[in-house]
């Protein structure tokens, strides 16, 4: 499902370079989970950005889905992830000024699928939100947020979940529920899923965990 090569990822700063992943070789096989933890800075958000081509790496081979993303424009990167890949993000990244059910209905609206009012209405159900359809994110608990935007990641059956600290701005129990929310759906959808986070116990309910330090991906462990 994603296969880097030597990937390597730089910005400009300060008039000169500055290199944020290094030389990464990572393959993650279709169904597998994996977590990334490491300290704050070391690459991790970049890390997904790159695999969700919402940034473009610098050096090396990125393919996800079997898809070479250095072949790909704007409208093809676009498309790659509107149709293969869900992202949850630490601060939800939901739309205030439209409802719950609007916000899950959005993907599917810029692809142009129909009925999309009853999927999302689905997707709400299954993530026990039934109650809470025409409330606004800001009418919402952070919890319920948060499986707002799981509804909204998992509506188009994507084959790859992307997580970015998806209990960051939760309490323990809170978390507790959203991330065993999480896993039931990964294995109900039979996702490929790559969390990020700097909870040890969590990275340990993956498959697989990995370890980022100062731009380096090291292996199992
Ligand atoms: N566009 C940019 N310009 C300059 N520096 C950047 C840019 N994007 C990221 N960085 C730097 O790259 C490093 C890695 O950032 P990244 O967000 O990937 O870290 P992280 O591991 O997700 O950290 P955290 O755990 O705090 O979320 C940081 O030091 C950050 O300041
Ligand atoms: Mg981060």
Do not use: C
């Not at 993303?69 to 990167?77: K, R, T």
């Not at 978390?175 to 896993?183: A, G, R, Y």
């Not at 040890?200 to 309910?205: F, T, V």
Request: proline share 3%.
């Amino acid at each position: 499902m994603i296969r880097l090569n030597k990937l390597s990822y730089s910005v400009p700063h300060s008039g000169g370079t500055l290199k944020i992943l290094q030389d990464i070789n990572w393959n993650l096989d279709k169904g597998s989970t994996a977590s990334v933890t490491g300290p704050s800075g070391s690459g991790k958000t970049s890390l997904l950005s790159i695999i969700a081509g919402l940034e473009k790496a610098t050096a090396g081979d990125i393919k996800v889905a079997g898809v070479d993303l250095a072949g790909l424009n704007e409208d093809g990167l676009t498309r790659l992830r509107r149709e293969n890949i869900g992202v949850v993000f630490q601060d939800f990244h939901l739309i205030d000024a439209i409802t719950a059910w609007q916000n899950v209905a959005l993907p599917l609206d810029f692809s142009g699928k129909s009925q999309t009012q009853e999927q999302a209405q689905n997707m709400l159900a299954r993530v026990g939100l039934s109650h809470r359809l025409n409330h606004r994110p800001t009418e919402l608990s952070g919890g319920e947020r948060q499986r707002v935007a799981i509804a909204r990641a998992f509506v188009t059956k994507p084959n790859l979940i992307l997580a970015d600290e998806p209990t960051g701005n939760l309490d323990g129990e809170t978390s507790q529920m959203v991330m065993d929310l999480l896993f039931e759906m990964v294995l109900e959808w039979q996702a490929t899923f790559v969390m990020v986070t700097h909870d040890k116990e969590l990275a340990a309910r993956t498959q697989r965990t990995f370890h980022m330090q100062d731009g380096h991906l090291d292996g199992e462990g």
